[in-house]
């Protein structure tokens, strides 16, 4: 059975940077896109970046902030986040998906979530 299992995040303070890494097991990893998406309290879920056949997707309005990268041999995808800011608060979602999109809904399966949390 799929499964993405996430870790690291937690308490960091504003400027600095953070990693969450998801370990996927039970399905072929390399054939999959794979996604982090985040939801902060109270918001709808939403995309922060991707990495698929066509390469890496991430939304223009964060500057670079965002890096992913994935390990093939590992079966696993990282994310790190530079620059953190009070408004990065949120829970971050690795996910897995035939095609890389930047719409929770083309996802097949999610990690448990990671709490990251940005003190000022």
């Known amino acids: 059975q799929p499964r993405l299992v996430q870790s690291g995040g937690g308490l960091v303070q504003a400027g600095g940077s953070t990693n969450v890494s998801c370990a996927a097991s039970?399905?072929?990893?390399?054939?999959?896109?794979m996604g982090w998406f985040r939801q902060a309290p109270g918001k709808e879920r939403e995309f922060v970046i991707s990495?698929?056949?066509?390469?890496?997707t991430k939304t223009d309005s964060e500057e670079g902030r965002f890096t992913i990268v994935r390990d093939n041999d590992k079966n696993q995808v990282y994310l790190q986040i530079n620059k953190l800011k009070t408004e990065d608060t949120a829970t971050y979602y690795c996910a897995a998906a035939a095609v890389a999109t930047a719409r929770p809904r083309d996802y097949n399966f999610w990690g448990q979530g990671t709490q990251v949390t940005v003190s000022s």
């Open positions: 990495i698929g056949r066509s390469g890496i």
């Open positions: 039970g399905l072929r990893f390399r054939a999959y896109g």
